[in-house]
């Protein structure tokens, strides 16, 4: 199994940034790996996703404002967020998935990860 701890959320006003991160234990031979989002009364989105070839995919409401990375010596994923708006405010959430792992159904969408972490809030005012 794999364990996920996010940290770096927190309140920001509008057009500034913050930084995530994303912390993998346990079995790290992970494959794709994403950040997810869910705002009150909303489906969870896909942000971004990166596989371990570091190719990327980026929904399309934060394109040119976030950048995902990974640095698979340290297991860890992150997400830089700049040029924030109010309606990036959401609870934001790591996951990934293994080789091991069942179907695919695409980098950003919520079914194709089996492990995911508790969340970290992001508020944009």
């Known amino acids: 199994h794999v364990q996920l701890v996010e940290s770096g959320g927190g309140s920001v006003q509008a057009g500034g940034s913050l930084a995530l991160s994303c912390a993998a234990s346990?079995?790290?031979?992970?494959?794709?790996m994403a950040w997810f989002r869910q705002a009150p009364g909303k489906e969870r989105e896909g942000v971004a996703a990166?596989?371990?070839?570091?190719?990327?995919s980026y929904g399309d409401a934060v394109k040119g404002r976030f950048t995902i990375s990974r640095d698979n010596a340290k297991n860890t994923l992150f997400l830089q967020m700049t040029s924030l708006k109010p309606e990036d405010t959401a609870m934001y959430y790591c996951?990934?998935?293994?080789?091991?792992?069942?179907?695919?159904?695409?980098?950003?969408?919520?079914?194709?990860?089996?492990?995911w972490g508790q969340g970290t809030q992001v508020t944009v005012s």
């Open positions: 996951a990934a998935r293994t080789r091991y792992g069942g179907g695919w159904s695409g980098p950003l969408v919520s079914s194709t990860y089996a492990y």
């Open positions: 346990g079995y790290t031979d992970t494959t794709y």
């Open positions: 990166i596989g371990t070839d570091f190719a990327t």
